[in-house]
């Protein structure tokens, strides 16, 4: 993210950032003004200070490496071993100097929340805070500051734990959703592929088998193909605003239409078709009509460029099965039965789109050529739809 605002469990991504993380988690330092204030006025001799001054660097350096490396993969045994460091560091300081340096054992303990999981917290906060206990009666007026130390160590260790399972909870929701937004993106590519490679395969079939016509009719019928020319600019006309709508995701052909792109495309190639008057699709949900529209588009293709057939079967009509009523949609054809040397591109991109919508494929070879039938989830009303010819 740009700016100088670093979202919960995100690290900082520029120099800013850095600053405002390290001012957010240093302000909570202000509570080792007593052991400062005690370098400053306790009377130590030169020497102690010096050495004071350095314990205290060392152990803010190290206490605020562990938070800031918190949540970036580091083993427990080396979390566990910083916080040996720490706890050793307060110890020493504490006895050595005077009972203002108990201080650090709450650091201790909320660095034990901040940096490791509750399985582990829950014993290392009271652990921190026994060992201060400890010390505070093994240092001249330590029983003093106790009470007033003991409940911040805990509070603040437990209430770490808390923050350090908000900040992995909102890592996962920020993994989750960069996870789906990924999804949906190959979702829409999945479907632009499917699309154009459903549009443009029909529409270029239909193009050449009529740019064939045209060419073998011009040098005797030249009127008739100038008709075949037409509809070669016609078909290219609307397999261009095809694209245009599959691109813009408004692309949802209708069965009545592509049945009758259907019997253009096979009387163009020189097949008979046999197909139904337009279906009643009476409370037919949209979904579902759209991939059947496809399933026919697709079946069509193959029957125009593979199948070498010469007559095409289509039949529509409402089936009762156990799951429920369904639309069905056969394509049948006499040719080789090769639609393409085994299922490619169309038949998958098929098959799942009509997963989306309930409906099933069936694709197989018959002993008289190929047959494939499309079923998606329909209303019951009654009787068959017709298969007329």
Wanted: glycine share 12%; aromatic share 4%.
């Amino acid at each position: 993210m740009s700016g100088t605002g670093v979202g919960i469990g995100q690290r900082p991504q520029n120099r800013k950032q850095r600053v405002v993380k390290l001012l957010w988690t240093g302000i909570w330092l202000v509570y080792l003004s007593a052991p400062a204030n005690d370098l400053l006025h306790g009377g130590h001799s030169p020497g102690v200070r010096v050495l004071g001054w350095i314990g205290l660097a060392a152990f803010v350096t190290w206490y605020m490496l562990l938070l800031f490396r918190t949540g970036r993969g580091e083993r427990n045994s080396v979390v566990l071993a910083s916080l040996g460091v720490l706890a050793a560091q307060s110890t020493v300081l504490a006895l050595t100097l005077g009972r203002e340096w108990l201080v650090l054992f709450v650091y201790v303990s909320i660095a034990s929340g901040a940096a490791l999981p509750l399985r582990m917290a829950r014993w290392t906060i009271p652990g921190a805070s026994a060992l201060m206990t400890v010390i505070a009666f093994a240092t001249p007026g330590g029983k003093a500051f106790l009470a007033g130390l003991l409940i911040p160590a805990l509070l603040g260790g437990f209430a770490m734990t808390g923050v350090r399972e908000l900040i992995r909870t909102t890592i996962a929701l920020r993994e989750a959703r960069a996870t789906v937004a990924q999804l949906a993106a190959n979702e829409e590519r999945l479907r632009l592929a499917r699309d154009l490679h459903d549009l443009l395969g029909h529409s270029l079939s239909l193009i050449t088998i009529k740019s064939e016509l045209a060419g073998r009719m011009l040098p005797g019928h030249p009127d008739k193909a100038a008709r075949q020319v037409a509809d070669i600019e016609q078909v290219s006309r609307q397999a261009l605003v095809d694209v245009r709508e599959a691109v813009s995701g408004y692309r949802r052909p209708r069965l009545a239409a592509e049945l009758a792109g259907a019997r253009v495309a096979l009387t163009a190639a020189g097949v008979t078709a046999e197909l139904p008057a337009e279906p009643d699709l009476t409370d037919v949900a949209e979904d579902s009509e759209t991939a059947l529209a496809w399933a026919l588009r697709e079946a069509v293709t193959n029957v125009v460029r593979h199948s070498g057939a010469q007559r095409c079967t289509v039949e529509v009509a409402r089936r009762q099965t156990l799951d429920g009523p369904v639309l069905e949609l056969s394509v049948e054809d006499d040719g080789s039965g090769d639609q393409g040397n085994g299922p490619g591109h169309g038949l998958t991109g098929l098959s799942e789109r009509l997963e989306k919508a309930g409906g099933t494929l069936e694709a197989a070879g018959t002993r008289q050529g190929f047959r494939l039938i499309a079923r998606v989830p329909a209303a019951a009303i009654s009787a068959d739809v017709g298969s007329g010819s």
